[in-house]
């Protein structure tokens, strides 16, 4: 199938004809109005630097469903003594820069470009972003970061400098969305380390199927500080 190129026009193609990598289209902007659009289409940006951008749409899409969560033996006990402080929003900007610095094993380097840090930072400064901070000693350990649209909440990095701190973060977010009824955490493409944590496979059209129908809620707009704010101190 071909790569479609994107003009200024505020519309993508139908996600069913990305090619067999999942590539759908290439070019456009990081505007806030396309990136919501392209998200609860079920495309997402992902490119290199001194690359175009590249929008995909993979078949299988990696999802984990939150009453899926598998918390390990080993982590329950780091978890019940709160052997880190979880917060949200604090420090969405520290979030992002830790992700982009992060070392990846097999990586040359970061997908997450400037503008895509100056593009996430403006739906986050809109309420539609949101950041899980993990703190240790008052020192920012590891977290991570997403989009909210209707109930669901769409992965983008996370990154820990101290053993089982991004876990304790992407747990503890998956428990409180399940206490607010989000039915959907989009995490694109397999690891092990999601796996791990219950996330599974699904088809691209059952997930479309899906996510048009946890669209049709309210999305939590703003900062979940507040909204979770016994994660305050």
């Known amino acids: 199938m071909p790569v479609f190129a994107l003009t200024e026009e505020l519309i993508f193609p139908p996600p069913y004809l990305a090619n067999p990598e999942g590539i759908l289209a290439i070019g456009g902007d990081l505007s806030i109005n396309r990136l919501l659009l392209a998200y609860q289409s079920g495309i997402f940006p992902w490119y290199s630097p001194g ?42 900007v520290g979030v992002v820069h830790h992700c982009q610095k992060t070392f990846r ?55 820990a400098h101290v053993s089982n701190a991004s876990k304790a973060g992407f747990i503890t977010l998956i428990r409180d969305l399940h206490e607010k009824e989000f039915y959907l955490i989009d995490c694109q493409v397999y690891t092990s380390h999601l796996e791990s944590l219950g996330a599974e496979e699904i088809d691209r059209e059952i997930f479309l199927e899906e996510l048009d129908q946890y669209m049709d809620h309210t999305t939590l707009v703003g900062n979940w500080g507040d909204l979770f704010d016994r994660k305050k101190g």
Do not use: C
Not at 54 to 79: A, E, G, T
Not at 133 to 157: A, H, N, P, T
């Open 51 to 92: 690359e175009p951008i590249i929008w995909w749409s993979p078949d299988p899409r990696f999802v984990l469903y939150p009453q899926n969560l598998k918390v390990s033996k080993s982590m329950r006990p780091i978890l019940r003594k709160e052997a880190f402080q979880i917060t949200y929003d604090q420090d969405f």
């Open 105 to 159: 094993e097999g990586q040359k380097g970061s997908w997450i470009t400037e503008e895509m840090k100056k593009a996430y930072h403006e739906l986050h400064r809109a309420g539609f972003a949101h950041s899980v901070e993990v703190w240790q000693d008052k020192k920012l350990v590891g977290g991570l970061y997403g989009i909210s649209l209707g109930k669901v909440f769409f992965g983008e990095s996370m990154f």
